[in-house]
């Protein structure tokens, strides 16, 4: 899973009023289409998927959630935690790893269960091709992924661990008081909002912000036993007391911007 910077875009085409018709689109192999709505600002063309936006849906981590393994993994309680992370592309993936690490450095024991595997350097010889090149937090020397420690993210506080269970991070986060879109990887906190990037020309790029899907996840969805955001496997999910578009306000504004998403909540 990757993630790119929203930001990295030019800025120099006056604010548009938002086109008030409602934009569709089709599913992968032509499934009914889904109604996206449309709000234009500055050099980027903001679609949200309306359908999922104003649904119930809620995370069932610690009440149900079955897991993103090829079996139900419910016991494990590993939410979609089980593969770790990806960070961004390019500079803003570089930077996205160095502001996990910062806020990782700041994690207690008794915040984190792995604290001391976060902390210590693994035992290799550097030429060997064969070694584990884990080391710290992240997954590779090239620190494009958190680390996976016992089959899962090094962050994921594991059933029974005294300091809560759950991502260090958020724990963390929420008793620093602060938004978890600060402490974890984007990835982490948009799911299960995906952002796809499209460049229309020169001065312009497309910003369509959905539900992950099946397809989303690439090999690894066609054998997860359950897909919390689709209704044919996962409408246990669709049972919140409140529409996403309230429940997940905090990733939409980090998302767009607070101008985007009242004036998203205006449409809606």
């Given at each position: ?18 086109d ?5 689109d ?15 600002r ?10 999922f ?8 981590f610690g ?21 770790g992370a990806?960070?961004?592309d ?13 806020y990782?450095?700041m ?15 693994p035992?290799?010889e550097?030429d ?6 884990a ?13 996976l ?6 962050f994921?506080?594991?059933p ?10 958020h ?31 020169a ?7 959905r ?18 955001t ?39």
């Open positions: 899973m990757t993630a790119t910077d929203p930001d990295d875009t030019l800025d120099h085409r006056p604010d548009e009023r938002p008030e018709r409602p934009e569709t089709h599913d992968r192999g032509g499934a009914p289409s889904r109604e996206f709505i449309e709000i234009v500055s050099d980027t063309v903001w679609r949200f998927e309306r359908d936006l104003e649904s119930n849906w809620t995370c069932l009440r149900g959630c079955k897991g993103i393994l090829d079996h139900d993994a419910t016991e494990l309680n590993q939410g979609c935690c089980s593969l990806h960070f961004g390019g500079p803003a993936g570089v930077a996205e790893a160095m502001n996990v690490a910062a990782a450095a994690l207690t024991p008794e915040q984190f269960q792995f604290h001391a595997a976060a902390n210590s350097q035992d290799r550097p060997d091709p064969d070694a584990d090149a080391t710290g937090i992240f997954g590779n020397e090239e620190r494009t992924h958190t680390r420690v016992d089959g899962a993210c090094i994921l506080n594991r029974g661990f005294a300091g809560g269970e759950g991502c260090a991070l724990i963390a986060a929420v008793e620093f008081d602060e938004s978890p879109t600060e402490w974890k990887p984007s990835v982490c906190w948009q799911l299960p909002l995906r952002i796809d990037w499209q460049e229309l020309d001065d312009t790029e497309q910003a369509t912000v539900r992950w899907t099946r397809a989303d996840w690439g090999d690894h969805g066609r054998t997860m036993a359950w897909c919390c689709e209704r044919a496997d996962g409408a246990e999910a669709y049972c919140g007391d409140e529409q996403v578009i309230d429940s997940m306000s905090d990733p939409l504004r980090a998302l767009a911007g607070d101008e985007v998403y009242v004036e998203l909540r205006r449409r809606l």
